[in-house]
């Protein structure tokens, strides 16, 4: 059974750090691509970085340099560390294997609001 539990977002200012973590049971595994994604307000969800099972990453154009995706694969965890925040970062971030669909399940998501 998949479920999918993304915690660490938070409030912070400008400039700002958090690091987001992803429970993934039952999808995470040696042959998954992983990736973060997020959903702004009014703004469809959009991949943010994925990595695959060998520590091969890609990332967003508007992430590039900033965030890093990272994962646990004994335990079930895919990380993303984000620094140097923008408001334009807000909003709610999801976790789920790579080209996931509104057909596959979801997380609950963690909200990430940059203040300036």
């Known amino acids: 059974q998949v479920q999918l539990v993304e915690s660490g977002g938070g409030l912070v200012q400008a400039g700002g750090s958090l690091r987001l973590s992803c429970a993934a049971s039952?999808?995470?595994?040696?042959?998954?691509?992983m990736g973060w994604y997020r959903r702004a307000p009014g703004k469809q969800r959009e991949l943010v970085a994925s990595?695959?099972?060998?520590?091969?990453?890609l990332y967003g154009d508007s992430v590039k340099g900033r965030f890093t995706i990272s994962r646990d694969n004994a335990k079930n965890t895919v990380y993303l560390q984000m620094n140097s925040l923008k408001p334009e970062d807000t909003a709610v971030y999801y976790c789920?294997?790579?080209?996931?669909?509104?057909?596959?399940?979801w997380g609950q998501g963690t909200q990430v609001t940059v203040s300036s």
């Open positions: 990595i695959t099972s060998g520590g091969e990453t």
């Open positions: 789920n294997k790579l080209l996931a669909t509104a057909y596959d399940k």
């Open positions: 039952g999808i995470i595994s040696s042959r998954n691509v």
